[in-house]
């Protein structure tokens, strides 16, 4: 579907996803081949969870090292719980441990394009540079996507609580998905809220038993280091665009999450809402990279399948392709285009009207194709 819609589009972002992963690999191929990325930060969580060096900045450095020689300019600033279920990887070598995860992020990056769209190799083709950087990084953005797709999947079947509580594992990355309870609130599912509330409930039990009772604080502090937060200019939200000035960034941050509000009085249709929720996240989050842009792919898979949603899926299909990533690292202006491709796609949907699709993707049937699937009725 994507090489019949967009074929200038997908060669264009094949094109220079093949130049970007060519000096991506002269660049830092060693560290990827090492793992000398952020998954060092991941592995030195699992370490220290438990102890009260689980936020110290020393303490994660000492144990980059001592696991993979080399210390990361971030440490783990992730929740206790996620340390906790990560802790299996410290029984392994670092090499070892360091290639599992980064073949079990591509297998659930596998499962969701097989299970989102009819022609995977397009989406891989359009979306190429978001996921060299998510393997170049060592990052688990793959695991979230997956995860989404699989509340949505039993949002589709009408298992609203089996999706809140899929959802609820999200929150490993939770400043991907602020927008989402709102989406889950505007729509009245309430199964999915309960699901995602007792699920979330248990995890933070989690993060106390493993962590103690001063977690939160520890966390706040190692969140609100600036030495944690890559240069504004290579982020994808409207600080890529603003940069770090407190009071034009508030009033940014506002403005999208009024045209959010106002798609939400709108959408009548869940998935898309959902989707649209994780595009408003993106826009708003602080931390927020170019890897994470794979997330994108999920309203896009939807809307796809949605035809008269064309001015959307046009505006979604250019800020999940490769071509707004591809001049961040370049001197000049070019960065601004990430930021401006998303707050466009957004304004694309606050346009594209309520009426609900005649279906949407799509477990992909054997044949490879898109399952026409409606959205339940919303749960009031």
């Known amino acids: 579907m994507l090489r019949e819609k967009y074929p200038v589009l997908l060669v264009a972002s094949l094109a220079v996803t093949l130049i970007y992963a060519v000096i991506r690999l002269c660049v830092s191929g060693s560290a990827v081949v090492h793992g000398w990325n952020d998954f060092a930060p991941l592995r030195a969580g699992a370490e220290l969870a438990g102890t009260p060096g689980l936020y110290s900045f020393a303490s994660n450095q000492r144990a980059e090292r001592l696991a993979s020689g ?13 340390a906790a279920l990560l802790r299996p990887i410290v029984w392994l070598p670092y090499p070892v441990a360091y290639w599992i995860f980064q ?5 659930c990056l596998a499962w969701f394009l097989r299970r989102w769209f009819a022609k995977p190799l397009d989406v891989l083709a359009l979306a190429g540079i978001p996921l ?4 170049a990084n060592g990052q ?8 989404a797709a699989v509340s949505l999947i039993y949002a589709r079947r009408g298992e609203d609580v089996k999706s809140g509580l899929i959802l609820s594992l999200c929150t490993i990355k939770f400043h991907l998905f602020l927008l989402v309870p709102a989406a889950i609130l505007a729509r009245r599912r309430w199964g999915v809220l309960a699901g995602a509330a007792c699920g979330v409930a248990g995890l933070a039990a989690i993060s106390f038993l493993v962590q103690g009772a001063a977690w939160p604080v520890d966390y706040w502090r190692i969140l609100h280091r600036r030495d944690m937060h890559p240069d504004a200019f290579l982020g994808i939200s409207v600080r890529g665009l603003i940069g770090d000035r407190p009071i034009p960034l508030a009033i940014a941050s506002a403005a999208v999450l009024g045209l959010f509000l106002w798609i939400a009085a709108r959408e009548t249709n869940y998935e898309l ?15 927020v990279y170019m890897s994470d842009a794979l997330l994108l792919l999920i309203p896009l898979g939807t809307l796809l399948a949605a035809p008269r949603r064309k001015v959307a899926t046009h505006g979604l299909a250019f800020a999940a392709s ?4 591809a001049g961040i690292f370049v001197p000049g202006p070019w960065h601004v285009l990430a930021p401006v491709s998303l707050l466009a796609a957004l304004a694309a ?5 309520s009426q609900p699709a005649a279906g949407f993707p799509p477990a992909v049937s054997r044949a490879g194709i898109p399952a026409r699937l409606t959205d339940p009725s919303p749960r009031r």
């Open 349 to 353: 949907a606050g346009g594209a009207g």
């Open 322 to 325: 490769s071509i707004p990533y």
């Open 273 to 287: 809402l959902f989707g649209f929720a994780i595009l408003a996240s993106l826009l708003i989050g602080y931390h």
């Open 103 to 107: 073949f079990a992020a591509l297998g």
């Open 70 to 82: 080399a210390t990361m300019k971030i440490t783990y600033f992730r929740p206790p719980f996620y």
């Open 140 to 147: 688990d953005v793959a695991f979230v996507v997956a995860l």
């Open 132 to 135: 060299v950087e998510a393997f």
